[in-house]
């Protein structure tokens, strides 16, 4: 019987010639990844354990983004422990502030991730890697700490949904963040729940690589356990000049068995936006009436990446944020904030009257950078539109792709870029 790319990736990495959904299987990882709000959890875990060495020093990550630059005591904390246990160990891959990034942006961009690896983070949107042809996957803190100490992990070996997008004839500004809101819209926040999601489809191939680490970033808001794509000559490209180890193509077989397949045509496609309180509330741009905004956030492991931050210049190059609207962007990692100041952008973004952050997940996660009273409405480009998630538990996020958060902080409501004279 065939085997889906998932499916190939797993069994590869438990010394097994195959495997089936369902089945638990250990594996050896390629990369474990913790941020400051897991890591000093899997710290402390660690040490009970009483072993005297991480499994590798050079397969472990630990990347400070939520909280930092810190915004408090606890937070300072929390840093530190990272910081001492990466020196204590010699952890190679520790990022601090200055020389960092937002973590599902600054591996792929460093060349920590590949296709064939298996990855596990200490975060739900480890699941971002999948964009380069990886299996990658959260776990929990406990999870992560006997996986420094071990190198390995065990699974249950996931179904597999094959989604895929037909047709070249791209709506204006769409991109990957309205194809993966689009789906979570139709098959609802627990439509894959612990499935692989395997994107595919000549829409898929005509992607760029920043579209689908933000659509493979989102896998997780339809409950999947990973999101894949076959990696291809776009991958191959990116990682170029990035790969600092040999790294393996994986596809699926013609006869490999997939529970559910979703086929769909892009130019149904129009820009997306997820209304309070789940990612699955998406409505097209062209039904989302009159929202008025107190805030707008360009940024995330999302939509952090250069392509987004180009997008959000387009849209608001000579024009000026309405004056009832905070925007705040924030570039993915140091070497994207670089290359869009090398660019031009961020004099736009500045002279349009946005706030310009250095990389962190921030207001993301309701932590700092942009926290909402009670009663605003922000539209945001990060994943997420829980209650209470970006700040009081009575204010609204609405979801979108960076050039409709431009326009709407242009105009003061939920807006398209066409609307903006």
């Not at 949904?161 to 070249?168: A, L, P, R, S, Y």
Request: with cysteine.
């Amino acid at each position: 019987m065939g085997m889906t790319i998932t499916e190939k990736i797993l069994a590869a990495h438990a010394g097994r010639n195959e495997v089936q959904p369902g089945e638990l299987i250990n594996a050896r990882i390629d990369l474990a990844l913790a941020n400051d709000i897991t890591a000093p959890v899997a710290i402390r875990e660690f040490n009970r354990i009483g072993v005297e060495q991480v499994f590798d020093r050079n397969r472990i990550a630990l990347v400070p983004d939520h909280f930092t630059p810190n915004k408090d005591i606890k937070s300072a904390e929390q840093a530190r422990t990272m910081r001492e246990f990466a020196r204590r160990f010699g952890i190679t891959h520790y990022f601090e502030v200055g020389r960092m990034g937002i973590e599902h942006c600054l591996l792929p961009q460093e060349g920590l991730v590949l296709p064939g690896d298996l990855v596990i983070g200490a975060d739900s949107h480890t699941c971002t890697y999948g964009a380069l042809g990886a299996f990658a996957t959260g776990v929990g803190s406990t999870d992560l700490a006997a996986a420094m100490a071990t190198g390995e992990v065990w699974l249950r070996v996931p179904e597999t949904i094959k989604v895929i997008i037909n047709g070249t004839n791209w709506n204006k500004w769409v991109g990957g963040k309205d194809l993966i809101l689009y789906l979570i819209g139709k098959i609802g926040v627990d439509g894959a729940l612990y499935k692989a999601i395997e994107f595919t489809g000549e829409t898929i191939s005509a992607l760029s690589m920043d579209g689908r680490l933000t659509m493979a970033n989102m896998a997780i808001e339809a409950g999947a356990k990973n999101g894949i794509f076959a990696p291809d000559e776009k991958t191959r490209a990116y990682l170029e000049r990035r790969a600092r180890r040999p790294y393996k193509f994986y596809s699926s077989d013609e006869e490999a068995c997939y529970c559910e397949v979703y086929e769909f045509d892009l130019g149904d496609i129009e820009p997306q936006v997820a209304f309070p309180h789940l990612p699955e509330n998406t409505r097209p741009l062209s039904e989302v009436g009159t929202v008025s905004i107190d805030q707008a956030v360009i940024g995330s492991c999302t939509n952090g990446r250069i392509e987004d931050l180009r997008a959000a210049a387009q849209v608001l190059r000579g024009r000026k944020v309405n004056s009832n609207v905070r925007l705040i962007i924030i570039p993915g990692t140091q070497e994207i904030y670089l290359q869009a100041l090398t660019e031009g952008l961020i004099e736009v973004f500045i002279e349009a009257g946005a706030a310009v952050s250095t990389p962190t997940c921030g207001p993301c996660l309701g932590g700092h950078m942009g926290i909402l009273a009670k009663g605003e409405k922000a539209v945001s480009t990060t994943n997420r539109n829980f209650v209470g998630r970006m700040g009081h538990p009575e204010s609204e996020i609405y979801l979108s792709n960076p050039a409709v958060a431009a326009a709407s902080a242009i105009l003061g409501r939920l807006a398209g870029p066409e609307e903006v004279k």
